[in-house]
């Protein structure tokens, strides 16, 4: 059996921005409604014999949970995607909140499974079905590089945006790693995307480079301690006093220095002691990598997925409807992929 795993999020969403101009005869936004139906049809005419299923997020109730105590602990400034506020958000996003309910109406009439679990995102719940499947074949349409840990002999990604197929082989030939390391990858850098804080000023490529060397986020920091703990004991960490020095030294630009480091973490001593320039040769990426280990160890936990949910549903076909399917497409302006709906029949 293959299958056709959609993160309907990641879908739905980019087709809300991408055709954000595209309303009905009374005005409802329907960018989403064709985009989506769009790129399934592209889908069905790709993968004929896969089963679909689409898969939509829930909240994930074990990372908002670890996320929450990790700002009581100060290592975070904010929990997991509290950057996400519906007051802040552009219209796009808004017509996606208003019209999923309608959409998903839309999906069930082509016949096309869908899911949804209260306490777990998309991608735990395709993660889980990766590995609980007895499988020829499965792909996973997302653009959303998380997923690349779940990569394997048999499961790839379709990206939509770059309408390319990523396989286990074609990730480590561009990135030089395993999948699964591109977890650690993402503890070191973090993910604005997700409120995921990594280290201060590391990117992709910084934190690549350290996994291509040290294979897990954990060994490099056996590394790091090994070349930089008897510095720590020389510099011992900060008084409250020597604390307020530091985070008052300025940029030329007004900034703090430092503004994220607090009195309390580790190699504090280390971070003054390279500002009045009385040790060398550590270069600050590495400094701040020494200070926020608990903060990676955090942001590993978050951006592992979730891949053991018990009790998953059966993917089980559903009734498909022409007449009503074409209602649905006719109500929302996008007759023009109505000649095509009969590709949903087959499964």
Not at 11 to 36: D, K, M, Y
Not at 107 to 119: E, F, S
Not at 285 to 295: Q, S, V
């Amino acid at each position: 059996m293959k299958y056709l795993l959609i993160d309907g999020n990641n879908l739905a969403i980019r087709s809300a921005f991408a055709n954000q101009e595209l309303s009905n005869a009374e005005g409802i936004p329907t960018g989403v409604h064709f985009g989506v139906f769009q790129s399934l049809l592209n889908l069905k005419r790709a993968y004929p014999s896969h089963r679909f299923l689409m898969v939509w997020d829930g909240k994930s109730k074990r990372r908002m949970k670890e996320a929450s105590v990790g700002v009581e602990k100060k290592l975070i400034p904010s929990g997991y995607k509290a950057n996400r506020k519906k007051d802040d958000q552009p219209k796009p996003l808004l017509d996606f909140y208003a019209q999923a309910p309608y959409l998903k109406k839309g999906i069930d009439k082509a016949g096309i499974p869908q899911i949804r679990l209260a306490d777990y995102e998309a991608d735990d719940v395709i993660a889980s079905y990766c590995r609980q499947l007895e499988a020829d074949e499965i792909v996973v349409v997302t653009s959303d590089k998380d997923y690349f840990q779940l990569l394997d002999d048999k499961v790839s990604i379709w990206n939509g945006m770059t309408m390319e197929k990523i396989d286990k082989d074609t990730f480590k030939e561009k990135y030089e790693i395993e999948p699964l390391q591109f977890v650690d990858c993402g503890a070191l850098s973090g993910d604005t995307s997700d409120n995921i804080f990594g280290i201060p000023s590391w990117g992709e490529k910084t934190s690549i480079s350290m996994i291509k060397t040290h294979k897990t986020w954990e060994n490099m920091y056996k590394w790091l301690h090994e070349e930089y703990d008897e510095r720590r004991e020389q510099f011992p960490d900060l008084s409250e006093e020597d604390f307020k020095q530091l985070v008052g030294i300025k940029t030329q630009k007004g900034n703090q220095k430092y503004p994220e480091i607090d009195v309390s973490m580790p190699f504090t001593g280390v971070a003054l002691a390279v500002e009045q320039k009385k040790t060398k040769n550590i270069k600050k990426n590495i400094l701040l990598a020494l200070m926020f280990e608990e903060r990676v160890r955090l942001a590993y936990s978050l951006k592992k997925m979730d891949d053991d949910i018990d009790g998953l549903p059966e993917i089980s076909t559903t009734e498909y409807n022409a007449e009503k399917l074409k209602e649905y497409l006719d109500y929302y302006d996008i007759e023009s992929l109505t000649d095509e709906i009969g590709m949903f029949k087959t499964g």
